[in-house]
Each structure stands twice: as structure tokens, then as C-alpha cells.
């Protein structure tokens, strides 16, 4: 198993590692992604055995200053998965 394996399959997505802590960053253009990614990632740490713990998962929408924080919704579908929005 190798962490260099796991990779974004959307263009203009991008995956930062560090440690044992993985960031999925996907751009507003990109939204619609989301579900697509979380999938990816799922299916490879059930092929490399490791466990992804949503509970431990969040999703930050960032948004611009002045940008109503109304605008910015959840793009994920999972239950399991937090929401927060902050601003850049």
C-alpha cells in the first residue's frame, strides 16, 4: 500500500497529504464532484484494508468575505459527515 496511489479522478481536484491526515480540496466548479470522490476514496481504503472513518471527516466550505454564508451548502450527501463553512 502506498499513500501516492490515492489520487483525485476529477481535474482540478486536488488531495494533500500529510501524515495519516488526507485533504480532499475541490473548487466550487468542481462541486459536483464531491459524492464521486468520497466514493473513490472509500473504494481504495477497502482495497488497501484501512478503515475511513467518517465520523473523524468534515467538510469546510470556504467563501469568500462579503459572500452571504447562506450560499454555501453542504455538497455532500453522507449523514456521517459535518458541515462547516468559513470564510477566506
Not at 7 to 26: E, F, H, R, S
Request: charged share 25%.
Amino acid at each position: 500500500m502506498h499513500a501516492g496511489d490515492l489520487q483525485p479522478i476529477t481535474d482540478g481536484n486536488d488531495m494533500v497529504k500529510y501524515a495519516d491526515d488526507t485533504y480532499l480540496v475541490v473548487p466550487e466548479v468542481n462541486s459536483a464532484s464531491c459524492e464521486d470522490e468520497l466514493k473513490h476514496i472509500d473504494q481504495w481504503a477497502t482495497d488497501n484494508n484501512i478503515h475511513f472513518n467518517q465520523a473523524k471527516t468534515v467538510e469546510i466550505v470556504f467563501y469568500a468575505r462579503g459572500r452571504p454564508s447562506t450560499s454555501c451548502r453542504k455538497r455532500t450527501t453522507r449523514p456521517t459527515i459535518t458541515a462547516r463553512n468559513s470564510t477566506r
